[in-house]
């Protein structure tokens, strides 16, 4: 990362930190409604995400998770939810003050929620081109509105530090803003609005295609939803650019022969006469029953030119399961 966008994102998160701007730069992520989870009005307002990236069904007994941008907080606690056992999840951010602010609101969740233990969270002072953790020694990475800060070279260097921390097998679970039409040059090289979470957004593919190009073998497209405008009385843009967040899970799957498995939320549904189809590559199709398939088998299923199998659009609201 160049200084100047290091020093114009520190002291954005430096500012963030010291005096707490609800909806800073985003919309604010989903709070989990869980029993005897009560979250503190301080990391409310600190809640500097554009989506989510907690999902029980990722995590399981023992599972070690490394958050990185760590904000008021808010994710790490609900990561504690779920894992309540010491030193078991990871913060990291590169500001002092965050780092310090997020650990007196957990401070204050801890008075809030007996279950909690401040010693199940090691925060750590660090940087996510070069993180202080371990080869893989981690089951779930994540972070939430960071990434799309970084310029290509960077995020390329972000998603290997992720990838080298993860055991085989292990999640990285990402949210950040995409944009379709194409970010105009002038707007991607305004530092603050990248700190802002508003002119780094990608072309979905192009943020999926870094992923898979740096190994991860398997990636599933959770949520895609509306997110921001930018539009020409409040920026430098003659045109409206529409910005959408996106929720991903990539997994340190082998790499296949053919190419990674992305999941999109297509869908699959054999019509035939028999009781089901089997193409001979390792997908039963039973009759009438949908199954959830990822691009690269929607293709091979599509080129067959069979009228008895509908393959549906991407719905980007993958739910795990099928054909891979």
Not at 4 to 11: G, I
Not at 138 to 156: G, H, R, S, T
Not at 235 to 243: G, N
Request: aromatic share 8%; glycine share 8%.
């Amino acid at each position: 990362m160049s200084q100047s966008l290091q020093k114009v994102t520190k002291d954005v998160y430096k500012a963030a930190a010291l005096d707490p701007q609800k909806g800073l730069c985003c919309t604010t992520s989903p709070v989990w409604k869980l029993p005897e989870l009560e979250i503190p009005a301080k990391m409310l307002e600190m809640n500097y995400g554009c989506g989510s990236t907690v999902h029980p069904r990722d995590l399981s007994e023992g599972s070690k998770v490394l958050y990185v941008g760590v904000g008021g907080g808010m994710e790490l606690l609900q990561f504690a939810y779920f894992s309540r056992k010491p030193h078991s999840i990871i913060g990291i951010d590169p500001v002092a003050e965050m780092v310090e602010v997020c650990r007196q609101n957990l401070q204050g969740a801890e008075e809030l929620n007996p279950w909690f233990q401040n010693d199940w969270i090691d925060l750590r002072l660090g940087d996510a081109l070069s993180l202080p953790v371990e080869d893989e020694s981690i089951d779930v990475a994540a972070q939430n509105c960071l990434f799309n800060i970084f310029y290509v070279e960077d995020l390329k260097r972000a998603l290997g530090e992720m990838f080298r921390v993860l055991k085989p097998q292990g999640r990285l679970l990402l949210s950040d803003p995409i944009c379709e039409s194409g970010m105009p040059e002038n707007l991607c090289q305004d530092e603050r609005l990248r700190a802002l979470c508003l002119s780094g957004a990608l072309p979905l593919n192009q943020y999926i295609d870094l992923i898979t190009d740096t190994g991860f073998g398997t990636v599933e497209i959770r949520a895609r939803r509306p997110y921001r405008v930018l539009d020409p009385q409040h920026y430098a843009t003659d045109r409206l650019i529409f910005i959408e967040s996106v929720e991903v899970c990539a997994i340190k799957d082998p790499m296949p022969e053919d190419g990674p498995c992305v999941f999109s939320g297509k869908t699959a549904i054999y019509f035939g006469d028999q009781d089901s189809f089997d193409d001979q590559k390792g997908h039963l199709l039973a009759q009438g029953h949908p199954m959830a398939i990822c691009d690269k088998t929607a293709g091979a299923l599509s080129g067959l030119g069979r009228d008895d199998i509908f393959i549906s659009e991407s719905s980007y609201s993958y739910d795990g399961g099928g054909c891979c």
